[in-house]
């Protein structure tokens, strides 16, 4: 399991773009990039995943440059509901089971 | 589908005190998991299960029994409860392979005085 890094928090104002960026320098060439997303007081949730380049859904964006050694999150024109703990995770896709999380990035949006 | 759930959401217990956590899946999931979480930390896991009948130890397993005797249900055992198994308590569930998506319960919140 490649070992991550990122920011412990961030502050954005309501409207703003926030970029979230994690360093995965020793990442394994069948490594995914996933993020999760937890509010307080409930549990994690799955917003996106990655392999190389550029992902969209509704929710965000993740980008992930050639070398793949970082990815960064994109929430476009952030909300008070966006308030929450953004943990960036990368795996192995062949014969691992266990997703660790670290302590993520916790994101505060002000009014 | 109801999803992940978790019973019961709140408890109190008294040291040395056994409990059990349940944890149940409507999806047929193969994969499920239990993670605590303590203030300021991550997630940190303690069992999983890959299959009914398989169960494996993950990071912080000590005071801790599971086993999975159907694909839905994968109830967490505290032995004999310590104050140092306060925390948040989550379940979680996934189709299979890692880069599946991974469901989480909404937790339940443990005291052990």
């Known amino acids: 399991l490649a070992k991550t890094t990122q920011p412990i928090s961030m502050d954005s104002y309501e409207g703003q773009e926030v970029n979230i960026t994690c360093s995965h320098n020793?990442?394994?060439?069948?490594?995914?990039i996933t993020w999760y997303q937890q509010f307080p007081s409930q549990g994690p949730r799955f917003i996106i995943q990655?392999?190389?380049t550029k992902v969209t859904n509704e929710v965000a964006s993740l980008f992930i440059p050639a070398d793949r050694k970082s990815s960064t999150l994109s929430l476009p024109r952030v909300s008070l509901s966006d308030t929450a703990v953004y943990y960036c995770?990368?795996?192995?896709?062949?014969?691992?089971?266990?997703?660790?999380f670290g302590k993520g990035t916790k994101l505060s949006v002000i009014p | 589908n109801a999803g992940v759930t978790q019973t019961p959401k709140f408890q109190v217990l008294k040291t040395g005190q056994s409990m059990t956590l349940q944890c149940a899946q409507d999806?047929?999931?193969?994969?499920m998991s239990w993670y605590r979480q303590d203030p300021g930390m991550g997630l940190r896991l303690i069992h999983y299960?890959?299959?009914?009948?398989?169960?494996d130890q993950g990071e912080v397993p000590n005071g801790y029994n599971v086993s999975r005797s159907t694909t839905e249900d994968f109830p967490l055992r505290l032995l004999s409860a310590a104050p140092s198994q306060t925390s948040v308590y989550f379940c979680?569930?996934?189709?299979?392979?890692?880069?599946?998506?991974?469901?989480f319960g909404p937790g339940t919140r443990l005291l052990v005085l």
């Open positions: 990655g392999y190389k």
């Open positions: 020793n990442i394994a060439t069948n490594d995914y």
């Open positions: 299960s890959v299959g009914a009948g398989i169960t």
């Open positions: 995770l990368s795996y192995s896709g062949a014969g691992s089971y266990q997703l660790t």
């Open positions: 979680a569930s996934r189709r299979g392979a890692i880069q599946e998506t991974q469901y």
């Open positions: 999806m047929n999931h193969e994969y």
